[in-house]
T-cell receptor, first 113, second 114 residues
Framework: DAGVIQSPRHEVTEMGQEVTLRCKPISGHNSLFWYRQTMMRGLELLIYFNNNVPIDDSGMPEDRFSAKMPNASFSTLKIQPSEPRDSAVYFC???????????FGPGTRLTVL | KQEVTQIPAALSVPEGENLVLNCSFTDSAIYNLQWFRQDPGKGLTSLLLIQSSQREQTSGRLNASLDKSSGRSTLYIAASQPGDSATYLCAVRHRSGGSYIPTFGRGTSLIVHP
């Protein structure tokens, strides 16, 4: 298996633009997590899906953030409009319910100018 | 609210030393605890996962223990090597509302020098 795939790996955009981050979880995994990592706040959970259904989105910072999981093999995290303080590395992780282990993707480094 | 603290924040040791990294959490009603390694510019790699009913897990030179009642876990690294240099994070899966969500510590940055 190729592991968790995230795209793009790097994104540079201007304030006010819409940003869409994409994630393909490991086949057969039934849970998916979106995280944000910054030096100031560390690794924060944004939203957690189980069987494609959002279970906990209490970490989504504002209404500017939205996440979808239309099927078991694809998820998106959208920021509209983006702001400089959204600059961070965004990770997607998928989970195996048999082992409870999380497997992380390589991350998307987002820079909002 | 669950809070996860990792001590020390940074550690620099010569090769060959045995190491102990600490993780503490405020709410002992956890589902499991997982240790990860993160190399610079990379994602996290799972090292060990301890279920709430377990006391320890071992993989090679790594041993992780869990004491739920005191809200602590330790990651023991035997005979450290330069290749062990990375940031080590612990994550606690705990109940929040109707689900179990993970909360991460800030990590311990480890440098093992030859």
């Amino acid at each position: 298996d190729a592991g968790v795939i995230q795209s793009p790996r790097h994104e540079v955009t201007e304030m006010g633009q819409e940003v869409t981050l994409r994630c393909k979880p490991i086949s057969g995994h039934n849970s998916l997590f979106w995280y944000r990592q910054t030096m100031m706040r560390g690794l924060e959970l944004l939203i957690y899906f189980n069987n494609n259904v959002p279970i906990d989105d209490s970490g989504m910072p504002e209404d500017r953030f939205s996440a979808k999981m239309p099927n078991a093999s694809f998820s998106t995290l959208k920021i509209q409009p983006s702001e400089p303080r959204d600059s961070a590395v965004y990770f997607c992780a998928s989970g195996d319910s048999n082992t409870d282990t999380q497997y992380f993707g390589p991350g998307t480094r987002l820079t909002v100018l | 609210k669950q809070e996860v603290t990792q001590i020390p924040a940074a550690l620099s040791v010569p090769e060959g030393e045995n190491l102990v990294l600490n993780c503490s959490f405020t709410d002992s009603a956890i589902y499991n605890l997982q240790w990860f390694r993160q190399d610079p510019g990379k994602g996290l790699t799972s090292l060990l996962l301890i279920q709430s009913s377990q006391r320890e897990q071992t993989s090679g030179r790594l041993n992780a223990s869990l004491d739920k009642s005191s809200g602590r876990s330790t990651l023991y690294i035997a005979a450290s090597q330069p290749g062990d240099s990375a940031t080590y994070l612990c994550a606690v899966r705990h109940r929040s509302g109707g689900s179990y969500i993970p909360t991460f510590g800030r990590g311990t940055s480890l440098i093992v020098h030859p």
